[in-house]
């Protein structure tokens, strides 16, 4: 996992903290971010609420469905006029591609119109779960890569294909906590933490967190960011929901660089049981 960027004399590593100084930020393909907050631009009921919701969470980027946004028809309501590119970073997605030739085709249409080369790749599975073909998905990267885009890549929580996917030249591994939609949370926390230990690249949980209290977990793991769409656009509070993936993500971080008691067993007193009274 990349080190985060740390201004002045800050520490970084879990159990040494931050000093007050610090900026700690992190980055992908060249570009450093304060927030480790991604949100998505689908379900909204509207894009109003959708930019609402992306300003109370404190987002800087915001992914993009390349198939499902209104980017181009000013005679409809256009994701621009609200989720302002001046403001957020757009990342473009390949959601609803099911081939790697798909996934490919989408991603060279939208650097040609928007010249965008940070993109996130999924390739999904035609299944119930959804679940990325993790096959296709490997075949699209290395298309991507060799054409010259930096891909942030949505993949399941398979430990051995997410060093793949580092050694084909991600940017960035994105495993899935749970199926996209779900809100089931982190489902095998043991293979995130793999992963986590095994990067030399930003890894961000993506799809299935459900609450503010699985990006907290996601991050205490070791993630760079935790990226939700669902979560926040199905709330009945969207922008509220929005504003508690913030601090859960913060708090989540936090806990993370200050290092967790160790579980133990047995009961381990507060207060010393020798010379009671």
């Given at each position: 996992m990349n080190a985060p960027v740390l201004i002045q004399s800050g520490l970084s590593r879990p159990g040494q903290g931050l000093a007050p100084e610090a900026e700690d930020v992190w980055t992908v393909a060249g570009r450093s971010f304060r927030s480790r907050l991604i949100v998505g631009t689908g379900k909204y009921k509207d894009y109003a609420t959708n930019a609402a919701a992306a300003e109370a969470a404190g987002a800087e980027i915001v992914t993009v469905a390349l198939r499902r946004v209104n980017l181009s028809d000013p005679s409809?309501?256009?994701?621009?006029?609200?989720?302002?590119?001046?403001?957020f970073t757009y990342l473009p997605n390949t959601a609803g591609c099911f081939t790697g030739e798909d996934a490919v085709r989408t991603l060279r249409l939208a650097r040609e119109a928007g010249g965008w080369e940070l993109v996130k790749l999924e390739v999904l599975s035609q299944t119930r779960h959804l679940y990325p073909d993790m096959e296709e998905t490997l075949r699209a990267l290395k298309l991507l890569v060799a054409d010259g885009f930096q891909v942030m890549v949505y993949c399941t929580d398979d430990v051995v294909y997410a060093q793949k996917l580092q050694d084909a030249g991600a940017a960035a591994i994105m495993p899935a906590a749970a199926p996209i939609g779900s809100g089931l949370g982190?489902?095998?926390?043991?293979?995130?933490?793999?992963?986590v230990e095994?990067?030399?690249?930003?890894?961000?949980?993506?799809?299935?967190?459900g609450t503010a209290s699985d990006a907290t977990v996601a991050m205490e793991?070791?993630?760079?960011?935790?990226?939700?769409?669902?979560?926040?656009?199905?709330?009945?509070?969207?922008?509220?929901?929005?504003?508690?993936?913030?601090?859960?993500?913060?708090?989540?971080?936090?806990?993370?660089?200050?290092?967790?008691?160790?579980?133990?067993?047995?009961?381990?007193?507060?207060?010393?049981?020798?010379?009671?009274?």
């Open positions: 409809q309501p256009m994701l621009a006029d609200f989720v302002k590119p001046e403001r982190i489902q095998n926390r043991v293979n995130i933490r793999l992963i095994q990067a030399g690249v930003p890894v961000l949980v993506d799809a299935g967190v793991l070791g993630c760079d960011a935790v990226l939700t769409n669902t979560a926040i656009a199905e709330a009945k509070d969207p922008i509220r929901m929005g504003r508690a993936m913030k601090h859960a993500v913060i708090a989540g971080r936090e806990a993370y660089l200050a290092g967790r008691m160790p579980m133990k067993r047995y009961a381990d007193p507060s207060s010393p049981l020798a010379g009671l009274i």
